[in-house]
């Protein structure tokens, strides 16, 4: 009856995973090493690097391994592990924080083969800006805001120009370096971020131009918040764009310079947010 009962379980288990693994579109499979104890072990790890319909981690606490299944267009394996790692566990890529890892229960602290970690990149501003770099949306940032100063201008050929860059410099951006935030924003924001930037550089008319430039900004908007770029940005609001509905576009300058009717209303506008 015990071993019925033990077979019944596993084969559960197992289907449970692959009804989990079907649900995955563009399905990794990878077994990695993940250090733990127990089951509160499993329950964490798992919690951690699980993503609906993105990524599932299935992890055995008698081999200290885990299943990591993930969809191979939107994460990778180093992206779960280094979330796993934030959560307290060690494993082959990444090493968990101290202070996170001192913080688990007593039954979870397992030994620990270094005590060398790398730093999370959330609670340090200065290692974060430099992943920022890294990855290239320092660029992206610098190219919406020279698109910016093109529409100011009512400069269709110069806007056409730097939306190509644009494109390319979204093409750059290496995900696998950014902070997990930054990476979990980018992740959802970056195909529609290259549609709209291609919908300005194929398009001839400002007035088309600016109306793809509302939606740009808004999404431009959402990175540039959890990235902490490295000055001050003013979010600058103008009631009279988008036909009366308002629009907000991003500026390093406090001074208003409108991007949606340039020198017609050049100052229409306020600053309505800082990010710092």
């Known amino acids: 009856m015990k071993n019925s009962l033990k077979i019944f379980m596993v084969a559960f288990s197992m289907l449970s995973f692959i009804a989990c693994d079907a649900q995955i579109k563009n399905a990794k499979t990878a077994t990695v090493k993940i250090s733990g104890n127990c089951g509160m072990c499993k329950s964490t790890i798992e919690k951690a690097g699980n993503l609906k319909k993105v990524a599932n981690v299935d992890w055995n606490k008698e081999t200290k391994t885990a299943e990591i299944t993930f969809d191979s267009k939107k994460t990778n394996q180093d992206e779960i592990l280094k979330r796993i790692a934030l959560a307290g566990y060690d494993n082959e890529k990444f090493l968990a924080p101290n202070d996170v890892y001192d913080n688990l229960h007593g039954c979870c602290q397992y030994n620990r083969e270094s005590k060398e970690v790398v730093k999370e990149e959330k609670h340090h501003s200065e290692e974060k800006t430099m992943q920022q770099e890294d990855g290239k949306l320092t660029t992206v940032f610098e190219k919406y805001f020279i698109l910016k100063d093109a529409l100011v201008m009512s400069d269709v050929s110069k806007s056409t120009t730097i939306s190509n860059e ?11 370096v950014l902070a997990n935030d930054v990476h979990m924003v980018w992740m959802k924001k970056r195909n529609a971020i290259e549609e709209t930037t291609k919908a300005i550089s194929s398009s001839k008319d400002i007035d088309n131009q600016r109306k793809q430039f509302i939606t740009l900004s808004n999404d431009i908007y959402d990175i540039i918040k959890v990235s902490k770029f490295q000055s001050p940005i003013y979010i600058q609001h103008c009631p009279m764009a988008n036909n009366g509905k308002g629009a907000n576009w991003l500026s390093k300058e406090s001074t208003v310079k409108n991007p ?3 020198s017609k209303m050049l100052s229409c506008g306020k600053v309505v ?3 710092k």
């Open 273 to 275: 947010e800082t990010i």
């Open 166 to 176: 644009l494109i390319a410099a979204i093409n750059a951006v290496d995900m696998k």
């Open 260 to 262: 949606y009717y340039g």
